[in-house]
């Protein structure tokens, strides 16, 4: 009824708007400056729909949209208090889109607990905050600012239900919400599930019918594809709103890109090969039996140091500064500073690289300014301002936390010193530059290290790019449900397309009592139609006892390893004989430290249980 009610009043007040604008009373534009037609019609849809995701492509000018919908609202009498979450790097961005934009007063949040209380009692209009203070501060902004509309700017920080940042920002309360991402899905299909829950949970039910409905499951529960994806598509489409820049933006100037491949050094050689060894023997031994948590760690660090090896030594040994990838930039930075106007941006995940490239710049007499996850964020700005506005600062170094939000059109060259797991944050990276109001032809440079990772990592890339591109519109959709072949999947490993883990809160309460009460009754639950919800034994491994995940992306998508590299032992929700107690009702109860409870457990070498409250259910460690 609630909602009858709101959609009713929706149409009141759109039809209400629209007679105002034709009659001259209220002016066609909210915003100082005037948007495109394509803008436009995303202020009215963000407005008019209240609680629903943007996913433009990256630099098509969402955050404006955003804006605009927010004076609207407040013209409308609808809303008082608007709160922006986005990250830390982003908050001076939207500092300067809302001067620019309109004339409503704004505040950002900084501070100790006590200052932040104060910003968000004596609230503007616009209160800016980054993802990390939600943490902390999510129940004391419903309490205090009560804020009528809420912003999710780089939503796919909240992708992933299970981290504290997803779990925080999902408490946060108000009547209008603006979900804004250039990148609605990146790896997995069930990370439109995360979104989409906090929009509206009733769109996509619980997790775990999500999982039963769009996976496809082997005889095992593991997820060996995807099914019903046109559905997918018919239930998020009143909710999403996607242009690309093809379709609205016909006048972006051209953009190359380029792969510079660079052999390593001796010294890189040596060292590259250690580290490949060390990964090759686990994975050899992930293929007899599952890795402890130790060894998964392990093959993790010695993943990450084999990448950064092929950016230089240096990263890993103050000692040797050898990098060949410096060459070929030196070369390149020589090119375009001989090119009057011509503006760098290089991006690298480690500092120690960006400490070389920064020195390069130095001897040879470049300006650069420095963005990093380091440098304080009122500084951030200065250092940002330099690039755009001093004509001799050349080059701007940055990680990937200059990687979203940031406009720096008066750069036209990319250079990549190492390449990101992720193709979204490829992109994102890229659309620094290669975006609206961008007058020269954008060059993309890659440094890859030949024969090496690097170079393996180009197949994956292109694979979950395919990916990201099939899930988000409808022509992809019918294509792969039209009979793409299987092994045109778009993920390196069978590790990339897990079904993620489940609370077994999710489960129905009707179908939990007298599951787990006996120990005969196991077999009962492997049977059950929802135990495909829920991880079984050969399934990847998904989350850590206290919720959160336990490898990176890059852990997950890597072709290189062997399929069984990274499963993990039997789920203890279908191992565990005993039944649970009134206090956790229909879950099993926890095991006793050291000590195995079936014929199964007793062969696993030290085996130990222990109870997560949180997410109500036993894990094995």
């Not at 951030?380 to 170094?397: G, S, T």
């Not at 390449?419 to 994102?428: D, F, I, M």
């Not at 649970?580 to 000590?595: A, I, M, N, Q, V």
């Not at 195995?596 to 109870?611: N, T």
Request: glycine share 6%; charged share 25%; with cysteine.
């Amino acid at each position: 009824m609630r909602q009858r009610r709101q959609a009713s009043e929706r149409k009141s007040l759109r039809k209400e708007y629209e007679l105002r604008v034709h009659a001259g009373e209220w002016p066609p534009q909210e915003t100082v400056v005037p948007l495109f037609p394509y803008q436009r019609q995303g202020m009215l849809y963000l407005a008019f729909t209240e609680r629903t995701l943007l996913a433009d492509e990256m630099g098509l000018g969402k955050t404006i949209q955003a804006i605009a919908a927010c004076a609207l609202v407040h013209r409308l009498g609808k809303a008082e208090r608007v709160l922006i979450v986005t990250p830390a790097s982003l908050k001076t961005e939207w500092e300067e889109q809302i001067q620019r934009f309109t004339r409503l007063p704004y505040r950002i949040v900084f501070g100790n607990p006590r200052e932040r209380l104060k910003a968000y009692v004596q609230a503007p209009f616009f209160t800016i905050v980054n993802y990390e203070q939600m943490i902390k501060d999510a129940l004391t902004v419903n309490e205090q600012l009560r804020p009528d509309i809420v912003v999710l700017d780089e939503a796919q920080r909240i992708k992933n239900w299970s981290t504290l940042t997803a779990q925080a920002v999902k408490r946060l309360q108000s009547r209008y919400a603006f979900v804004l991402t250039g990148t609605p899905i990146e790896n997995r299909i069930d990370e439109i599930h995360s979104l989409m829950d906090f929009l509206n949970p009733a769109v996509l039910g619980p997790l775990f019918r999500f999982n039963r409905e769009f996976y496809e499951l082997d005889e095992r529960g593991r997820p060996c594809g995807h099914k019903n994806l046109e559905r997918l598509h018919e239930r998020i489409a009143p909710y999403m709103l996607r242009r690309r820049k093809s379709d609205v933006e016909t006048e972006l100037p051209e953009r190359t890109d380029k792969n510079f491949f660079v052999p390593l050094s001796a010294g890189q050689k040596q060292a590259y090969l250690h580290h490949e060894d060390q990964v090759a023997r686990l994975a050899a031994a992930a293929r007899r039996r599952p890795l402890t948590q130790q060894q998964q760690e392990k093959l993790m660090r010695e993943l990450a140091m084999m990448r950064m090896i092929c950016d230089t030594n240096y990263i890993l040994d103050p000692n040797d500064r050898v990098c060949p990838k410096l060459g070929e930039l030196e070369r390149i930075l020589e090119e375009c500073r001989h090119n009057a106007g011509v503006k760098v941006i290089v991006f690298s995940e480690w500092e120690r690289m960006l400490e070389l490239v920064r020195d390069l710049c130095r001897k040879r007499g470049l300006g650069c300014a420095w963005h990093t996850g380091s440098v304080p964020q009122l500084r951030r700005r200065a250092e940002i301002n330099l690039f755009k506005n001093n004509p001799d600062c050349r080059v701007f170094l940055s990680t990937d936390a200059g990687s979203t939000g940031l406009n720096l059109q008066n750069a036209s060259v990319v250079i990549n010193c190492d390449l990101p797991w992720n193709p979204a944050r490829l992109e994102q990276r890229i659309a620094r530059a290669w975006r609206k109001f961008q007058s020269r032809p954008v060059t993309v440079v890659n440094l890859i290290s030949q024969d090496t990772i690097e170079e393996r990592m180009l197949g994956t890339l292109a694979n979950k790019q395919a990916l990201a591109q099939g899930r988000s519109g409808r022509d992809p959709l019918r294509r792969r449900q039209a009979g793409v072949p299987r092994s045109a999947k778009p993920v390196g490993s069978a590790c990339a397309a897990r079904v993620p883990r489940c609370p077994a809160t999710a489960v129905p309460r009707g179908s939990r009592p007298g599951l787990y009460r006996a120990g005969a009754r196991a077999a009962q639950w492997r049977a059950h139609p929802l135990r495909g919800a829920i991880p079984a034994r050969g399934q990847p491994l998904g989350a850590s006892g206290r919720g959160r995940s336990r490898f990176s992306p890059m852990a997950r998508a890597d072709p290189w390893l062997a399929p069984g590299a990274l499963w993990r032992q039997r789920s203890a929700v279908a191992d565990l004989p005993r039944g649970g107690g009134s206090r956790h009702r229909g879950c099993p109860r926890p095991p006793r430290k050291g000590r195995a409870h079936s014929a199964h457990d007793a062969r696993q070498p030290a085996l130990v249980g222990r109870w997560n409250s949180r997410s109500q259910r036993a894990v094995v460690r």
